[in-house]
């Protein structure tokens, strides 16, 4: 019999931090259900920092699973078959003992809802034979699992930083087990305040002078990453690409805009791309964003082949559902994006031109 993990009570839940609370976010690359909190495993780069979460090292559920799939799929952010979900992708890890038998329990319900949607699965642990067995059966849902390579062995780190896994070594190494999966992306840490601070705190080495909202990855490991990846035909700077790509689709993130990401794309995958882009007027953002109450003073700024440009939105998550409804990025102005920097942090790039 598989283990679940301990419901916390209702007041257990209004103890947590704010954020914890928040169940269903949107999040960059989508749609996340985050019911169970708590994970064992200390990897110095975890997200769950920036929630008030990591003292919680033990996984607790806030939710029935069909409680949370319930709120999910009724969520006003959520369109069937097109939302693109991530399940326990913030404050635990989707494949511990305990955490597996929910995982599955989350998967197996939208499935029989016949919902065709996306959903992405990060895991850094290990997977068994019926694991994959049990995934096989889905029969709706477009899953991908995500498995992760650091490189770093004394520590679970997963991204690349510069001087702790970006040996020509451990990218060899990266590009033989890439071998063995249907696509592969390559990333930079998210080097915020709050893992700063952990970094400081524990005397592990600093990778950077300086924190930014984006993902780091500096111009010259780039440029590495690509070149011990020559043979590869299915490398991708963003995980939507590789996704979307897995499935034989375009991606849904709309990336396609942003000319300078396709350089290293497979030719049928850019046109696939390319027949789906659809730039959007105007008049159709609005109307998109209409169902939003929180997106009531959208303004839209500029729209370009590459992007469409708003301003008027207090957070960032009616911001990605208008991505995803429309297949099309869309970037707030007061975060611009930088040409050739692909939507990472300015660190380690030197001045490039920039067009948006
Ligand atoms: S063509 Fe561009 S947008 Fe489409 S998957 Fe490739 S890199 Fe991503």
Not at 113 to 133: A, F, G
Request: glycine share 6%; hydrophobic share 35%.
């Amino acid at each position: 019999m598989p283990t679940f993990v301990p419901l916390l009570s209702k007041e257990q839940i209004d103890r947590l931090p704010e954020r914890a609370r928040e169940v269903v976010e949107y999040r960059k690359s989508g749609l996340s259900l985050n019911h169970i909190q708590g994970c064992p495993l200390d990897c110095a780069y975890c997200i769950r920092h920036t929630y008030g979460l990591w003292d919680q090292d033990q996984p607790r559920a806030l939710m029935t699973d069909a409680e949370a799939v319930e709120q999910l799929v009724s969520h006003r952010y959520f369109q069937p078959h097109v939302t693109p979900v991530q399940l326990f992708n913030r404050a635990t890890e989707p494949f511990l003992p305990k955490v597996r038998p929910h995982t599955f329990a989350v998967l197996e319900d939208l499935d029989e809802r016949e919902l065709t949607n996306h959903v992405l699965v990060i895991t850094r642990h290990q997977m068994k034979p019926d694991d994959i067995d049990r995934l096989n059966r889905l029969r709706y849902l477009k899953v991908t699992l995500l498995f992760t390579y650091s490189g770093i062995d004394n520590k679970d780190w997963r991204p690349l930083v510069p001087g702790l896994n970006d040996s020509s070594e451990h990218l060899a190494t990266a590009y033989e087990l890439s071998r063995q999966a249907d696509a592969t992306v390559f990333t930079g840490l998210f080097y915020r305040d709050e893992i700063a601070e952990y970094y400081k705190a524990n005397g592990l080495p600093e990778p950077y002078g300086g924190t930014a909202r984006r993902k780091i990855v500096p111009e010259t490991l780039e440029q590495r990453v690509l070149a011990a990846f020559a043979g590869s035909a299915s490398l991708f700077r963003k995980t939507s690409c590789a996704v979307s790509y897995v499935h034989g689709l375009p991606d849904y993130n709309g990336h396609y805009g942003i000319q300078e990401l396709c350089d290293i794309c497979p030719l049928s995958q850019v046109e696939l791309c390319q027949g789906a882009h659809r730039v959007p007027t105007a008049n159709q953002l609005r109307d998109t964003a209409r169902v939003l109450p929180e997106a009531g003073g959208l303004i839209v700024v500029d729209i370009t082949d590459r992007a469409a440009v708003v301003s008027g939105l207090a957070r960032e998550q009616p911001r990605y559902y208008l991505q995803h409804a429309l297949g099309f990025q869309v970037h707030d102005v007061r975060h611009p994006h930088h040409a050739n920097r692909h939507g990472r942090a300015d660190i380690g790039w030197k001045d490039t031109p920039t067009d948006e």
